[in-house]
């Protein structure tokens, strides 16, 4: 299998490398105010938004932050274990629910090509725990779920065709068979302030993640490039994993906020099913790459207690065979209450 280390990923690698030690030389490192408002997301992704119709096709995700509170007493249980990795920092838990859907490039054919990525859904909800400081956030979430047809990948594209009028996919019956699905996913990111331009404020938000389970299995190093007002309500918008993700809780401290952003990540696989195929019965499957990476920009609008983002997302081939770099865009709107 081959595997080439683009200039890009030791950018990358450099930029993970080097957070921890900037963002310990940044002093102020406190915990935002109290936030007695929780936040409520919803996430789109479809490749319709860069003008194709395949490979990671659509994805949504419902999210909720709670307010910086007090723990439901199963997840302060787990909170107490997870002292030792999540640092100091406003704590907050959350909730999730959504579905991935994944399909070859051509979907018209009723037996698809062995040699292009093979028909997949996702249907996972998701508990996690964050903590938030001045310059860094932690994140650990537990993802349960299901892969194969009981994911209801078929059922959602094929009516979701229908409702706007276009040919149906024809070759779900060979996706993944039935599989549990369990990961549990760590993530670290520093806020670094680069001062003004333009008078905007300036900052960069380096990240790392490393994801463990049979969905998918590996580690990332990334970061954003912002520009705006109000930049300390959040740390960019909410994305679906694996993407390089923002934050879901959103705490302005004025009524109106903007930014645009830029961003980089790139991931080393140990596993992904969607591609090696089910873990313990034969499907189909593809030779996937093992170094992927993604370039991303787009803008955000917060105001009174909302919150707008857009985002497009450039990512690389992901199999040997897949033709060229695959292009999609995520919406995501978010409320205060």
Do not use: C
């Amino acid at each position: 299998m081959r595997a080439r280390l683009s200039p890009t990923v030791f950018l990358l690698l450099a930029m993970g490398a080097s957070g921890p030690a900037i963002a310990q030389a940044i002093p102020g490192d406190q915990a935002p105010p109290p936030d007695p408002k929780g936040t409520l997301s919803f996430s789109l992704e479809n490749d319709m938004f860069g003008g194709s119709d395949r490979y990671y096709t659509n994805g949504f995700q419902l999210a909720w932050r709670s307010p910086s509170a007090d723990l439901p007493a199963p997840l302060g249980w787990l909170n107490d274990r997870l002292d030792w990795l999540m640092g100091p920092g406003a704590l907050r838990w959350g909730l999730a629910f959504g579905q991935s859907l994944y399909t070859p490039r051509n979907t018209d054919t009723v037996l698809p090509d062995p040699r292009d990525r093979p028909y997949a859904g996702y249907l996972y909800g998701a508990a996690s725990l964050s903590r938030v400081s001045g310059r860094t956030a932690n994140l650990f979430e537990l993802q349960l779920g299901v892969v194969g047809p009981s994911a209801l990948g078929e059922f959602v594209q094929n009516n979701y065709h229908d409702i706007i009028n276009i040919d149906q996919t024809n070759g779900w019956k060979s996706q993944l068979k039935d599989e549990p699905a369990i990961t549990a996913l760590y993530e670290r990111k520093w806020r670094l302030p680069l001062g003004q331009l333009n008078g905007f404020g300036l900052e960069a938000i380096p990240s790392a993640t490393v994801s463990l389970g049979n969905v998918q299995t590996y580690a990332a190093v990334g970061g954003l490039l912002r520009l705006g007002e109000g930049l300390e309500a959040d740390l960019g918008p909410p994305r679906i994993r694996p993407a390089l993700a923002g934050s879901t809780a959103f705490q302005p401290r004025q009524d109106f906020g903007w930014y645009v952003f830029a961003g980089l990540d790139g991931r080393a696989i140990a596993r992904d099913i969607f591609l090696d195929g089910n873990t313990w019965r034969d499907s189909r499957s593809v030779d996937k790459r093992i170094l992927v990476g993604d370039a991303q920009a787009g803008v955000a609008v917060l105001w009174r207690g909302m919150r707008f983002a857009y985002t497009q997302v450039w990512r690389s081939e992901e199999f040997y065979g897949q033709e060229g770099v695959q292009s999609f865009g995520s919406l995501s709107v978010s409320f205060r209450f």
